[in-house]
């Protein structure tokens, strides 16, 4: 084991860090606790600091640029390694200091320089401590990251193992391969899953392209199973789910990732989904009859998801109408009840339960015109059925559109990531905040843009997942989705109005001021069509609740649902106390919104929110570090 002791300014307690080897912590440590106190007595002066006594490493490592120009221009070689082979442009790198860096490169400094007990290069010593700044100078300036250290580590695997995203992201953009292994054939998708217990850059790897079922040389193993040894919830997670990883490729001992996870089933750590897909494999694998393989196959259990609200619709509805008496009808119920509990069990799991409102109302709309053909076009005027069928034709464009539509979703190339990167990176990396980049998609975020964690993609102007059309709902489904429910509220009434005008065609409706007799006279006169008018009464209730929020959040507040409820994260929105700054008023909001000139009449402000990037400009904030002056083994 060794020690290193940071040095600290005067007054300042130093740091001592206890390292060991198999930590990877590797380099001198860095005291990253910003000096940033300042004097709130504005009559004050700031206190210069006197740097004449420093000799060129202190200077180097303070950032004292003056004193260190003194030196060099006084004849000091900028290559001159100091004791420990630690070169200057090793101190300037591993504190940050960016003025330092160029200083010394212009001076001819050898950027690849081998210093250190681990052999290792000035790019290694910024990797390790994430600086990306100092990183850019030195790729630019030529140093190859994938020079090894002496434990055999190139600057990829420094900066997965230290979780510095933004890094890993840099150095694939700019041609390191994500794959690339360090001596002992660890990847960094290896090392994020053995060490970093965030979401990134795990899953920032696997979107550029990193091989999940690649196999150290040490152990045989994958990064799952790396994953799975360090009980890394959120790595595992994305390995299984998003990373597709496999479950059944042995390592050297012969462990699947299948069989180390089989072994702690019931752990927090694993999670419901990863635990649902485990036991799915162990089924698979367990039992081969006909009926296992069919309950387990995706697609079926998929059209079964959809076909179950079908069905369960025409059987309550039989129920309803058979001749019996009231006891036997619970009991059926009851029975049917089970039946449909005992079959979302064994075949639905978590992702297929979110189909479970758009098959709802599929079925519910297919039994709506069943219902209408059958019972109440005979008893209304052909202009009424007429109306209707009209309507279902607007009812299902609009629902097609929203459905099946693009909402918006922002799909770069793997250059065009690239290329954002490099630009993010290059002009000071602050363009990586959440808010104005997506860690996930890889992509800078337009305005009122945001990462859909059900579809898992960035949508413009995102309003909100909608499980009714199973789809998001943003810029360019927006104004079908509207439409979908305005024009399904009219097919509601349209279904209650035939429901009233049959029953008052073709059943005796008792004279009696108490509606219970009524609606039981009526549901003995057809219980089918009272349990369709019923459905259309719940169906309206929710459909008119979500127009008119929507239309109300359109028209006179002129933001979206998830601008309304996540306005305090927003800093053009905290700029305005909350209200939105994309309101031009009511009617400009929705001449605006249905982007309709009436024929010249009126001229909406269209804006293309897929490529809208205003509010996203932030100022750089550089954080004042505290300077690496001594460290020392024992």
């Known amino acids: 084991m060794y020690q290193r002791t940071c040095g600290a300014a005067a007054g300042v307690a130093g740091c001592s860090v206890p390292i060991h080897s198999h930590d990877c912590e590797r380099e001198p440590c860095l005291n990253l606790q910003a000096n940033n106190k300042h004097n709130t007595q504005n009559s004050q002066p700031p206190i210069e600091h006197d740097y004449s006594g420093f000799d060129i490493v202190k200077a180097t490592q303070y950032g004292a640029i003056a004193r260190v120009k003194e030196l060099v221009e006084a004849g000091w070689d900028v290559n001159q390694p100091d004791a420990e082979t630690v070169t200057l442009l090793h101190w300037a790198a591993i504190n940050n200091r960016r003025d330092l860096i160029r200083y010394f490169l212009d001076k001819g400094a050898i950027v690849d320089a081998i210093g250190g007990e681990l052999q290792a290069t000035p790019l290694h010593w910024a990797t390790r401590q994430g600086h990306l700044g100092s990183v850019v100078l030195l790729l630019a300036a030529g140093a190859d990251p994938s020079v090894r250290d002496a434990e055999g580590i190139s600057c990829i695997h420094l900066a997965a193992q230290f979780g510095h995203t933004a890094l890993v992201a840099y150095f694939i953009a700019k041609g390191v391969s994500p794959d690339l292994q360090d001596r002992g054939g660890m990847t960094a998708l290896m090392w994020a899953s053995w060490k970093v217990s965030a979401l990134d850059p795990v899953r920032l790897l696997i979107t550029l392209g990193a091989n999940p079922s690649s196999i150290d040389h040490t152990h045989g193993n994958t990064p799952l199973h790396w994953a799975i040894l360090a009980r890394n919830h959120t790595a595992i997670s994305t390995l299984v789910l998003k990373g597709k990883a496999s479950l059944d490729i042995p390592n050297l001992r012969g462990d699947t990732p299948l069989s180390m996870l089989q072994a702690h089933l019931g752990s927090v750590w694993i999670g419901s989904k990863v635990a649902e897909r485990v036991r799915e ?240 006279a009526i549901g003995q006169c057809n219980p089918w069509v009272m349990w369709t008018m019923f459905n259309a009464f719940i169906h309206s209730i929710w459909v008119c609740v979500l127009a008119q929020c929507q239309t109300y959040q359109i028209v006179w507040l002129g933001m979206t649902t998830n601008e309304r409820m996540n306005r305090g994260r927003y800093r053009h929105f905290q700029a305005k106390g909350g209200k939105s700054p994309f309101t031009r008023g009511a009617l400009n909001n929705l001449i605006d919104f249905l982007e309709c000139n009436c024929f010249g009449l009126v001229k909406p402000v269209v804006t293309d929110w897929m490529n809208y990037f205003e509010f996203d400009k932030q100022a750089e904030h550089e954080p004042l570090l505290r300077p690496v002056d001594n460290y020392q083994y024992v």
């Open 281 to 520: 494999k162990i089924q698979m694998q367990q039992k081969r009859n006909f009926v296992t393989k069919l309950m387990l196959d995706k697609r079926f259990r998929h059209w079964a998801m959809i076909a179950t609200p079908f069905l369960v619709y025409y059987l309550i509805g039989l129920l309803l109408s058979a001749n019996t008496l009231f006891i036997i009808k619970f009991f059926l119920a009851g029975c049917l009840y089970a039946v449909v509990w005992t079959i979302g069990k064994r075949l639905f799991d978590e992702t297929l339960m979110a189909l479970l409102p758009l098959s709802i109302y599929m079925g519910t709309k297919v039994w709506f015109y069943v219902t209408w053909i059958t019972y109440i076009a005979p008893q209304v005027s052909t202009m009424t059925t007429m109306g209707f069928l009209v309507c279902s034709g607007g009812l299902w464009m609009c629902f097609w559109k929203s459905w099946r539509g693009d909402p918006g979703i922002i799909q770069p190339t793997k250059e065009q990531r690239y290329r954002t990167i490099v630009e993010l990176s290059e002009s000071g990396g602050g363009g990586f905040e959440p808010s104005a980049f997506c860690s996930a998609c890889l992509v800078r975020r337009p305005v009122r843009s945001k990462h859909c964690s059900v579809c898992d993609k960035c949508v413009a102007r995102f309003d909100h997942h909608c499980p009714w059309v199973g789809n998001c709902i943003g810029a360019k489904n927006h104004r079908h989705f509207m439409g979908f429910l305005w024009i399904l509220l009219v097919m509601c009434i349209y279904m209650m109005y035939g429901g009233f005008r049959y029953f008052q065609a073709e059943c005796t409706i008792p004279v009696d001021r108490n509606p219970f007799t009524g609606f039981y």
